[in-house]
T-cell receptor
């Protein structure tokens, strides 16, 4: 049962450009989290935004949350080749007992 | 070093065999999880545990068994492996105290076990 759906599935940009990834979900949530996965590695937590928050920043990352539209976006500014990875949103949907439900991810490629 | 480690990193086995994947964390986190990651499906929760001796099913538990006799370890066993269980398996942990609850807690992942069943 997929809760979060990322869009686009794949994104290719040049170093220095901004990258925007979107996540839509279906049911009410307590929070939404974004994770990064480098090839052959586990997921790394990037940022958590609570349902009563609208925007959150962490370094070059900016996350927005629109609970009325059930959507979130992750913006990576001034991208670097090292940002090349897959990015996943995860939500703890109602009835999930607090467990996270992950989307299928956006594969970001940043070309030097 | 503190962290979460999975072993083995790679495993090839045959259908019908029993396989156990190990997961060890050094943070004393209450919650531990097992996911499988497959192309086209993303990450799917197999089992999770809220504390030692407390486990519960996730989205895809069939064919898997877990145990948690100690807080730091959460092994996953495939009792009779099938080809459909070929996947990358990730263990994760979260939270310091059961009473804090799972909400608003990030999860910390191991680097995965790539399992091939022939």
């Amino acid at each position: 049962s997929q809760q979060g759906e990322e869009d686009p599935q794949a994104l290719s940009i040049q170093e220095g450009e901004n990258a925007t990834m979107n996540c839509s979900y279906k049911t009410s949530i307590n929070n939404l989290q974004w994770y990064r996965q480098n090839s052959g590695r586990g997921l790394v937590h990037l940022i958590l935004i609570r349902s009563n928050e609208r925007e959150k920043h962490s370094g070059r990352l900016r996350v927005t949350l629109d609970t009325s539209k059930k959507s979130s976006s992750l913006l990576i500014t001034a991208s670097r080749a090292a940002d090349t990875a897959s990015y996943f949103c995860a939500t703890d949907a109602s009835g999930s007992q607090g467990n996270l439900i992950f989307g299928k991810g956006t594969k970001l490629s940043v070309k030097p | 070093d503190a962290g979460i480690t999975q072993s083995p990193r790679y495993k090839i086995t045959e259908t019908g065999r029993q396989v156990t994947l190990m997961c060890h964390q050094t943070w004393s986190h209450s919650y531990m999880f097992w996911y499988r990651q497959d192309l086209g499906h993303g990450l799917r929760l197999i089992y999770y545990s809220a504390a030692a001796d407390i486990t519960d099913k996730g989205e895809v538990p069939d064919g898997y068994v877990v145990s948690r006799s100690k807080t730091e370890n959460f092994p996953l066993t495939l009792e009779s492996a099938t080809r459909s269980q070929t996947s990358v398996y990730f263990c994760a942990s979260s939270g310091e105290e059961l009473r804090v609850g799972l909400y608003n807690q990030p999860q910390h992942f191991g680097d995965g076990t790539r399992l091939s069943i022939l």
